[in-house]
């Protein structure tokens, strides 16, 4: 059974940071690409940064340079670091693990960004 599961989200106020963390069980977690993704109410969920297999990373616009995305594979673990948090990153951050035609979500985890 696929499992990946976030924790790390919270209530915190602008400038301040917090870290993500996503525990994947039940995939061969190395062999897998890792993304963060957040949907905001009413907005449609969007990719925030994404590692693939090797360590390569790619990030959205808006967080380049504030948010950090990096994986531990010996803790089967992608994490999100995000600093300089602003109201507008308000939404629930979910994990994705994808390989070949193969894609897992977790249930998310909210963040909010007081101002």
């Known amino acids: 059974q696929v499992q990946l599961v976030e924790s790390g989200g919270g209530l915190v106020q602008a400038g301040e940071s917090l870290r993500l963390s996503c525990v994947t069980s039940?995939?061969?977690?190395?062999?897998?690409?890792m993304g963060w993704y957040r949907q905001a109410p009413g907005k449609e969920r969007e990719l925030v940064a994404a590692?693939?297999?090797?360590?390569?990373?790619n990030y959205a616009g808006s967080v380049k340079g504030r948010f950090t995305i990096s994986r531990e594979n010996a803790k089967n673990t992608v994490y999100l670091q995000m600093k300089t948090l602003k109201p507008e990153d308000t939404a629930v951050y979910y994990c994705?693990?994808?390989?070949?035609?193969?894609?897992?979500w977790g249930q998310g985890t909210q963040v909010t960004v007081s101002s």
């Open positions: 994705k693990a994808s390989r070949g035609g193969n894609l897992y």
């Open positions: 590692i693939s297999q090797s360590g390569f990373t």
């Open positions: 039940g995939i061969l977690f190395s062999a897998n690409a």
